[in-house]
Nanobody, 122 residues
Framework: QVQLVESGGGLVQPGGSLRLSCTASGSIFSINAMGWYRQAPGKQRELVATITSAGSTNYADSVKGRFTISRDKTKNTVYVQMNSLKADDTAVYYC????????????????WGQGTQVTVSS
C-alpha cells in the first residue's frame, strides 16, 4: 500500500503563486509515476501534471508555462509550483501515484491523497 498526503493549498489572489507538496509513504520503492489532478465543483477530474522517477514530465495544456512539477526522491515528495494563478485554477488538487508506466489517465492511478483545496479569488 501507498499513502499520499498533500499540503500547501489555500486562498490566493489572481496572479499569485502556491506550491503544493505530496509526500508518499508505505510501499513506495517501485512507484514510478506520480501526478497531480484537480476537480472543480460540478466538473470532472482533470490532469494537471505528471512526473516519472526518471524526471519525465507531462502537463495539461491549461497549465503549461505556469505550473512546474518536480520530485525529490530523498524526501519521497512531489511538488507542483503554481504561478500566475487564475480563478479557473480553483479546485481540489489531488496527488496520485502508480507503479509501471506513466499515464495521463487518472483511472490508471491506484493511489490517491485526500486532496487539498486551492482557491483563487480576490
Amino acid at each position: 500500500q501507498v499513502q499520499l498526503v498533500e499540503s500547501g493549498g489555500g486562498l490566493v489572489q489572481p496572479g499569485g503563486s502556491l506550491r503544493l507538496s505530496c509526500t508518499a509513504s508505505g510501499s513506495i520503492f517501485s512507484i514510478n509515476a506520480m501526478g497531480w489532478y484537480r476537480q472543480a465543483p460540478g466538473k470532472q477530474r482533470e490532469l494537471v501534471a505528471t512526473i516519472t522517477s526518471a524526471g519525465s514530465t507531462n502537463y495539461a495544456d491549461s497549465v503549461k508555462g505556469r505550473f512546474t512539477i518536480s520530485r525529490d526522491k530523498t524526501k519521497n515528495t512531489v511538488y507542483v509550483q503554481m504561478n500566475s494563478l487564475k480563478a479557473d485554477d480553483t479546485a481540489v488538487y489531488y496527488c496520485a501515484a502508480k507503479y509501471g508506466l506513466t499515464s495521463r489517465r487518472g483511472d490508471d492511478y491506484a493511489y490517491w491523497g485526500q486532496g487539498t483545496q486551492v482557491t483563487v479569488s480576490s
